[in-house]
């Protein structure tokens, strides 16, 4: 990864309030409407951080409809709460460019939607924009639209948001540009004008960043390869995430003391805390805390593991992780005479531990196992996962078995968790 992807992607990790998806920064735009139709007091600071989050923040492509609205609630708040028609216009103008008519919200009122038609009258002369990479981004997005133009672009001025995939990371950056004007996008070398014809033109303030002419000479680069349908791309993780999760589980246990055998049911609660941390290469840490060994029952549930692992491109959609393990192995004591519910024991045991995660959307399944001290353990589990940023709810399942040298537990249950991305 460049100097610049690296740098890049850590001031976007450490600046951004929150890194919410194409679907939740939607709901964050339709939510402030009304209250920017009502001019709602104190709201400014909102609506800096929606243009904020919009422009470096959020996880995938971004509906133009939503850059734009962002643009006119800016330009509406002036308008009705601010009486500023300065600001209002500059604003009217940067969604102009965007999306032109489309832009309009009628919640605004007429005073709002005529003076977006005034902003439209003007025939702004348009604007280049340079988008160069040193290595060519698996995925390159202009304004909410998938885009394969590399090099110098004629558009309309206003305000634009370029986003690209690069190292398996969302970056992306917004420019404004003056009619005529000229701005550069990418850690690539600006593009030559190849003709000597191509002459500054416009304002002379603007000096060498005002390009016009029809650009002769521009090298047509390839259009850069979409590594995956759009159903496999899941949202970029942040560094690190902490589910706290409960369930509980049901357990048929197979076991004998030598002499005597024994085939019953057992209900076990249990609670689990996992923590990751790294993107494309992770630390994972779990522990799980089930109820102890009694009669009736055995501890099944009661494990510590810390794991390395490597999540896979594109999109993160899975995971690979093993590393050490420490458990408790269940047996059951001998009966002096016969009961209706033995006692079983346990015996602390060491191992190792590995799983495969695969992710498709807000849905995720599990394959993993562990062996400790000749016991083997097998687990599959599944879940769905419902974004509330900055924190996501998630319902699964999951279903093990463990097998010692003559005895056999299968459990199954459901599980509930909070997770947490930081």
């Known amino acids: 990864m460049t100097v610049f992807l690296l740098l890049t992607s850590l001031a976007w990790a450490d600046d951004c309030p929150s890194h919410p998806t194409p679907e ?14 009502f001019a709602e007091p104190d709201l400014i600071s909102v609506l800096q951080d929606l243009e904020f989050v919009a422009a470096n923040c959020v996880q995938g492509p971004i509906l133009k409809e939503d850059l734009s609205g962002v643009l006119m609630a800016r330009a509406a ?31 605004y009122g007429p005073d709002v939607a005529a003076a977006l038609i005034a902003v439209l009258a003007d025939d702004a002369h348009p604007a280049t924009l340079d988008i160069t990479f040193r290595w060519d981004p698996s995925v390159l997005v202009l304004d909410g639209e998938v885009h394969y133009d590399l090099g110098l672009n004629d558009i309309a001025p206003g305000w634009h948001v370029v986003q690209w995939r690069a190292e398996d ?16 996008v990418g850690d690539g070398s600006p593009t030559e004008i190849g003709s000597g014809d191509d002459e500054p033109a416009g304002d002379d303030s603007l000096m060498v960043e005002v390009r016009t002419g029809d650009r002769k000479g521009r090298e047509k680069k390839e259009r850069p390869g979409i590594t995956a349908p759009p159903i496999f791309y899941v949202p970029i993780e942040s560094s690190g995430q902490l589910v706290a999760s409960g369930g509980y589980h049901i357990a048929q246990a197979d076991v004998s003391d030598g002499e005597t055998s024994f085939t ?14 790294g993107r494309r290469f992770r630390v994972l840490a779990e522990v799980g805390m089930g109820p102890p060994n009694t009669e009736g029952r055995a501890a ?8 390395v692992g490597v999540a896979g491109s594109p999109s993160w959609t899975w995971q690979l992780a093993a ?15 016969p009961t209706e519910s033995p006692t079983f024991a346990g015996d602390l045991a060491y191992g190792a531990a590995g799983e495969l995660s695969v992710f498709v959307k807000s849905v995720d399944f599990r394959v993993g196992g562990a062996w400790l001290s000749g016991a083997i353990e097998p687990v599959v589990s599944g879940g769905y996962t419902l974004d509330l940023d900055p924190i996501g709810v998630r319902v699964g399942a999951e279903v093990s078995a463990l097998q010692l040298e003559q005895d056999r537990y299968v459990r199954g249950g459901l599980t509930g968790a909070v997770t947490w991305g930081f």
């Open 300 to 307: 099944l549930l009661n494990r510590g593991r810390v794991m």
């Open 323 to 337: 590393g050490p393990v420490v458990g408790f192995t269940p047996g059951m004591l001998p009966m002096t005479e």
């Open 264 to 277: 019953g049911w057992m209900g076990l609660p249990e609670g689990r805390l996992r923590l990751r941390y």
């Open 77 to 107: 708040y002036a308008m009705l709460a601010n009486g500023d028609p300065t600001e209002a216009d500059i604003y009217l103008w940067r969604a102009a460019g965007l999306a032109g008519a489309k832009a309009n919200e009628p919640l």
């Open 169 to 184: 990371v969302w970056l992306s950056e917004a420019v404004v540009l003056e009619p005529g004007g000229y701005a550069h």
């Open 24 to 37: 939740r920064f939607h709901d964050k735009v339709e939510a402030v409407k009304e209250r920017v139709a």
